[in-house]
């Protein structure tokens, strides 16, 4: 059976649309697939310290939470889109999301020294490890 191009444009249509609506049932286009998810997070051992660092382009510092407890740490974020006070939305592709993510590190934390920054839409966290938890070089005798 041979085909046109016609009834190929047809069925590759019906193909591309099948694709595009099992794409948008689990997760959303290809552009806004991490909406609402927890976005791409590195975290490194430094020895005395992890630093722990993600990127939240966009986010504010009010709208993240950083919470430590004992070698569990758990970050939120929420961030709303409204339009000004006396606006109508014409069009919107932004949208608002809330994620909680909680990491179980390696090592107890010492919950005072821990630090946080947030530069250029990359939030970075300094978790000092207890004494007990540092490594310790043991010299031979």
Same mark, same amino acid.
């Given at each position: 059976?041979?085909?046109?191009?016609?009834?190929?444009?047809?069925?590759?249509?019906?193909?591309?649309?099948?694709?595009?609506?099992?794409?948008?049932?689990?997760?959303?286009?290809?552009?806004?697939?991490?909406?609402?998810?927890?976005?791409?997070?590195?975290?490194?051992?430094?020895?005395?310290?992890?630093?722990?660092?993600?990127?939240?382009?966009?986010?504010? *510092?009010?709208?993240?939470?950083?919470?430590?407890?004992?070698?569990?740490?758990?970050?939120?974020?929420?961030?709303?889109?409204?339009?000004?006070?006396?606006?109508?939305?014409?069009?919107?592709?932004?949208?608002?999301?809330?994620?909680?993510?909680?990491?179980?590190?390696?090592?107890?934390?010492?919950?005072?020294?821990?630090?946080?920054?947030?530069?250029?839409?990359?939030?970075?966290? #300094?978790?000092?490890?207890?004494?007990?938890? *540092?490594?310790? #070089?043991?010299?031979?005798?």
């Amino acid at each position: 059976m041979w085909m046109t191009w016609n009834d190929f444009d047809r069925h590759f249509a019906a193909i591309d649309t099948l694709r595009r609506e099992l794409e948008r049932s689990v997760g959303g286009t290809r552009r806004s697939r991490n909406l609402g998810r927890w976005p791409e997070a590195t975290l490194i051992d430094e020895g005395e310290r992890f630093v722990f660092a993600v990127d939240v382009p966009g986010l504010t *510092q009010d709208d993240l939470v950083i919470d430590v407890h004992n070698s569990t740490l758990t970050v939120a974020a929420r961030r709303a889109v409204t339009p000004p006070e006396g606006f109508a939305t014409l069009r919107s592709e932004r949208a608002g999301f809330e994620w909680k993510k909680s990491f179980s590190l390696p090592a107890k934390i010492d919950g005072e020294k821990t630090a946080a920054s947030l530069d250029d839409g990359v939030l970075t966290i #300094r978790l000092e490890k207890l004494p007990e938890a *540092q490594p310790r #070089r043991i010299s031979i005798a």
